[in-house]
Nanobody, 127 residues
Framework: QVQLVESGGGLVQAGGSLRLSCAAS????????MGWFRQAPGKEREFAAA????????YYADSVKGRFTISRDNAKNTVYLQMNSLKPEDTAVYYC????????????????????WGQGTQVTVSS
């Protein structure tokens, strides 16, 4: 079993920055990919970024590309999401997720492809 715990959310003004963390425990993660998703009120959960645990290859949604950076610390079993130049439309609950399987890039963007989810952390960007 895998447990994921997010932290680092909060309230920030537009243009500001936040760094989210996702600490993973349970099974080893050398073959997994990790993803960050977000869900705004009244909207479906959407992909933000993903990283392959072993290679460090990263993938981003167009809406966050150039502003968000996903990274991982293998020794700490932790994945980060550095969010810069935040906009009010980035306001959402952010979730980290882990997948058991190798996925091609297009599949990494699919909510249904992930096996484990954290509880979420709220990010609010004021204008």
């Amino acid at each position: 079993q895998v447990q994921l715990v997010e932290s680092g959310g909060g309230l920030v003004q537009a243009g500001g920055s936040l760094r989210l963390s996702c600490a993973a425990s349970g099974r080893t993660f050398s073959s997994y990919a990790m993803g960050w998703f977000r869900q705004a009120p009244g909207k479906e959960r959407e992909f933000a970024a993903a990283i392959r645990w072993s290679s460090g290859s990263t993938y981003y949604a167009d809406s966050v590309k150039g502003r968000f950076t996903i990274s991982r610390d293998n020794a700490k079993n932790t994945v980060y999401l550095q969010m810069n130049s935040l906009k009010p439309e980035d306001t959402a609950v952010y979730y980290c997720a882990a997948t058991n399987y190798f996925l091609v890039p297009a599949q990494l963007m699919g909510v249904e492809r992930y096996d484990y989810w954290g509880q979420g952390t709220q990010v609010t960007v004021s204008s």
